[in-house]
Nanobody, 127 residues
Framework: QLRVVESGGGLVQPGGSLRLSCAASGFTLDYYTIGWFRQGPGKEREGVSCISSIGGYTKYADSVRGRFTISRDNAKNTVYLQMNTLKPEDTAVYYC????????????????????WGQGTQVTVSS
């Protein structure tokens, strides 16, 4: 079965760091575009970051650029989201999503473009 599973969420203080993992099973992530999305309390789901399947092209939301980094480790069939200098407004459920219907040199920050989703992992930033 084609599945992605997130892990690494938790409770951290403002200014702290977390690394989220998106692990694939049943398929090889090398060929897939990967997106990270989040949904905070009372908010709509928004794109956080994405990475292409070819060439490592990336996008970041303005709110996280310079603080978050997305990366791939194809040998481990895993995509990571390193989150630094976390703020209370980063509190949300974070989702990993995958698809391969795109131009592999690009990636999409639209949730509607992804077919395969993980269950989400909670990130809470609070003193």
């Amino acid at each position: 079965q084609l599945r992605v599973v997130e892990s690494g969420g938790g409770l951290v203080q403002p200014g702290g760091s977390l690394r989220l993992s998106c692990a694939a099973s049943g398929f090889t992530l090398d060929y897939y575009t990967i997106g990270w999305f989040r949904q905070g309390p009372g908010k709509e789901r928004e794109g956080v970051s994405c990475i292409s399947s070819i060439g490592g092209y990336t996008k970041y939301a303005d709110s996280v650029r310079g603080r978050f980094t997305i990366s791939r480790d194809n040998a481990k069939n895993t995509v990571y989201l390193q989150m630094n200098t976390l703020k209370p407004e980063d509190t949300a459920v974070y989702y990993c999503a995958a698809d391969r219907r795109f131009d592999g040199r690009l990636c999409s920050d639209s949730a509607m473009d992804y077919r395969y989703w993980g269950q989400g992992t909670q990130v809470t930033v609070s003193s």
